[in-house]
């Protein structure tokens, strides 16, 4: 992608969604902390269903940790990988009240410190709960910023880091969320629906996919 392709490639995706947010369901720091944590390898879809039940009798890190690692697995055992995500959220509560006051706390390093807490988790907290500009680059970003040649890299971090260099700082907020609607609605990884993609004039993938009908 060029860089005088990149303010429009942007402004067209803010035009069609204004205000983008996170399609994971919350109402505090510590929640959408837990669904993201809860997130890796699984579908916000399928995180939602879980975390409505968890939520509903245990929304705070002292409640998740009343549950003892028995009971927040029987809330979360439809998501993949769960038995480990239950350890890391618990372990997770412990530092949160030992150390933050029971708060999610706004520095990257102390977040990462955080059991189950990546780069890409902490920048979807600090990003959507505390609107810093960063970049999560998940399967779905990763795709994007390659195919349409926007930033291309060979690992999610040079994704990221790209990334972070050529969107104009007037987007830089949100367009996380456009990125990722876009890989996960549009841009999808078998076959990308260019026919009906908004920003397909921008990009540098070719060919472009013809449309099926």
Request: glycine letters at 6%.
């Amino acid at each position: 992608m060029k860089k005088n392709q990149i303010e429009p490639f942007f402004a067209t995706l803010k035009a069609a969604n204004p205000q983008p947010n996170t399609e994971l369901e919350y109402t505090s720091v510590f929640e959408l902390l837990t669904a993201v944590l809860l997130s890796a390898q699984a579908t916000d879809v399928g995180v939602n269903k879980a975390t409505r039940r968890l939520f509903a009798v245990a929304h705070t890190p002292e409640r998740i940790l009343a549950l003892g690692l028995d009971g927040l697995e029987a809330h979360i055992r439809t998501i993949g990988l769960y038995h480990s995500k239950a350890r890391h959220l618990l372990q997770t509560c412990e530092i949160l009240l030992r150390e933050h006051g029971g708060n999610v706390p706004k520095d990257r390093a102390a977040l990462e410190a955080l059991p189950g807490v990546g780069r890409k988790t902490a920048n979807v907290v600090l990003n959507v709960a505390f609107g810093e500009p960063t970049m999560a680059v998940d399967t779905h970003i990763f795709r994007v910023g390659n195919r349409t040649g926007l930033a291309p890299g060979k690992t999610s971090y040079e994704v990221e880091m790209g990334l972070l260099k050529r969107i104009p700082p007037a987007y830089l907020v949100d367009a996380h969320h456009w990125l990722i609607l876009l890989g996960r609605y549009v841009c999808q990884a078998r076959k990308p629906q260019c026919w009906q993609c908004a920003v397909s004039e921008f990009c540098a993938h070719r060919p472009k996919t013809p449309s099926p009908d």
